[in-house]
């Protein structure tokens, strides 16, 4: 095992220095402690979104992306990992919301489904968890690469979850990031094919289990407004062709790209050649997912790593904001409608 941990880690290093990534890890963070949480609106109702403290992300390449620096650069143990499962559902105001929790996302700011930065006895420790704690739990999401999903895997995960008190759903969630295949690859370097990713949809669709795709808006320096939000609505097209073809629920999750510390992008930010999204693009791009087959949800947090002048919310804003989180709350289009 330590050999193989080694492995990861020098992987994790490698991927980092070849996207030019100069932050550290987190490697100071209590390892019984998770890494971050929050609570959100959506359709599905309250959401509870948890980062768990584990070995960063082994692809750890994406440019711009400086979430692995959240999280540890070495091994952390089943039994840490499990500690921090206790810590979560022990905290007050998990325990006092516990009731009104519609949805659960799970993150390590990487694959939760790569055992070898989360342990298979955690995971299904927190599934036990889960319905114990959250008994009016609709929808269970897990962040992952396509690669490490395993049918039988999800299958278990799905049974697990029917032994709770409410149905609950199984989503898969993964970082498209950008649709345009030079981008996405060769410039952001996010290692996903449409071909992998068609399989992988595949794969999903006999078990009615949903698909949740993170797409960056303006993810990569070079790029301008326009052709970002183009960018945002050929994905859209595509993703709402796959749901119908292989009859999986498609979420498409809209994040404006923040310059993030320690990345490609700060640096061109500093230089003046790259500033973030504005609020009413977005807008703009979410707006076509209109009478298409996808559902959508606009992003709204710089998750306080954006370094100072370099988040996509901008000084008077406030408005746009309160509308777009209750676009995410409602699913009505009108509300982006009266935005433009």
């Not at 990861?8 to 971050?36: L, M, R």
């Not at 609106?41 to 992300?57: I, K, M």
């Not at 692809?59 to 979560?88: E, K, T």
């Not at 795709?213 to 407004?225: E, S």
Request: with cysteine; aromatic share 10%; charged share 25%.
């Amino acid at each position: 095992m330590i050999n193989k941990n080694s492995k990861v880690i020098e992987q994790i290093k490698k991927g980092s220095e070849k996207s030019g990534k100069t932050y550290s890890f987190n490697d100071t963070h209590n390892e019984n402690e998770i890494a971050q949480m929050w609570f959100q609106q959506s359709e599905d109702g309250l959401v509870l979104f948890v980062v768990f403290y584990t070995l960063a992300c082994r692809w750890s390449r994406c440019l711009g992306c400086n979430l692995p620096s959240q999280v540890s650069g070495r091994h952390i143990p089943y039994n840490a990992i499990m500690a921090q499962i206790d810590d979560l559902f022990s905290r007050p105001d998990v325990v006092a919301k516990k009731n009104d929790i519609k949805k659960i996302i799970i993150s390590n700011n990487g694959s939760i489904l790569d055992e070898d930065t989360f342990s298979s006895t955690a995971l299904m420790y927190l599934l036990a968890k889960v319905n114990m704690n959250l008994h009016g739990l609709k929808v269970f999401g897990i962040e992952t690469r396509p690669e490490y999903v395993d049918v039988a895997e999800l299958e278990f995960m799905a049974r697990a979850l029917a032994e709770g008190e409410t149905e609950t759903r199984l989503e898969i969630i993964i970082g498209f990031e950008a649709f345009d295949d030079h981008i996405r690859n060769n410039v952001f370097d996010k290692g996903l094919s449409l071909d992998l990713f068609e399989r992988f949809v595949e794969s999903l669709s006999p078990f009615g289990y949903s698909l949740k795709c993170y797409f960056m808006q303006k993810p990569v320096p070079d790029m301008d407004d326009e052709a970002a939000v183009e960018d945002i609505k050929r994905g859209i097209d595509y993703l709402s062709g796959i749901s119908r073809q292989y009859r999986v629920s498609v979420n498409i999750h809209l994040n404006p790209t923040y310059v993030a510390t320690g990345t490609v992008i700060e640096e061109a930010f500093k230089r003046g050649d790259y500033t973030p999204p504005y609020l009413i693009d977005v807008a703009r791009a979410a707006l076509h997912a209109k009478n298409k087959d996808v559902s959508m949800f606009i992003g709204l947090s710089d998750e306080d790593l954006a370094l100072e002048g370099g988040s996509f919310i901008r000084p008077g804003e406030d408005r746009i904001i309160q509308e777009m989180e209750r676009f995410n709350q409602t699913g009505n289009y009108t509300i982006l409608e009266n935005l433009l």
